[in-house]
């Protein structure tokens, strides 16, 4: 599945769920960098702030893939982490649909 093809629609589509999943993602960091920066009391607080940036950027790194023969799986992945609903995806095929709802069950 992951050599599909995607029509020019599909594609618009997917950058548009990704892009929404990303933004959406990364405003949750910020505000818990925030808390968690006007929460240090002294300096060594800066290092666990420091820690969960880099941890945090690793994931999303490692989870945001835009690459097509990526999108199925972190879609599925979104899907199941409730960063992505079902309805988002509508316009893609039937195939590829039934590819992200296996990945999100897993």
Not at 14 to 31: C, D, H, K, P, T
Not at 76 to 83: A, K, S, T, V, Y
């Amino acid at each position: 599945m992951q050599h599909s093809t995607w029509t020019e629609a599909e594609k618009k589509i997917a950058r548009r769920v990704f892009n929404a999943a990303l933004q959406r993602e990364l405003v949750q960091v910020m505000a818990e960098f925030k808390r968690r920066a006007a929460g240090a009391s002294d300096p060594d607080d800066i290092w666990s702030v420091q820690e969960y940036l880099a941890e945090t950027r690793r994931q999303i790194d490692t989870k945001y893939d835009f690459r097509y023969s990526q999108l199925l799986i972190v879609f599925g992945r979104l899907l199941r982490e409730n960063r992505i609903e079902e309805g988002d995806l509508t316009g893609l095929s039937d195939e590829k649909l039934r590819y992200v709802r296996s990945v999100a069950s897993l």
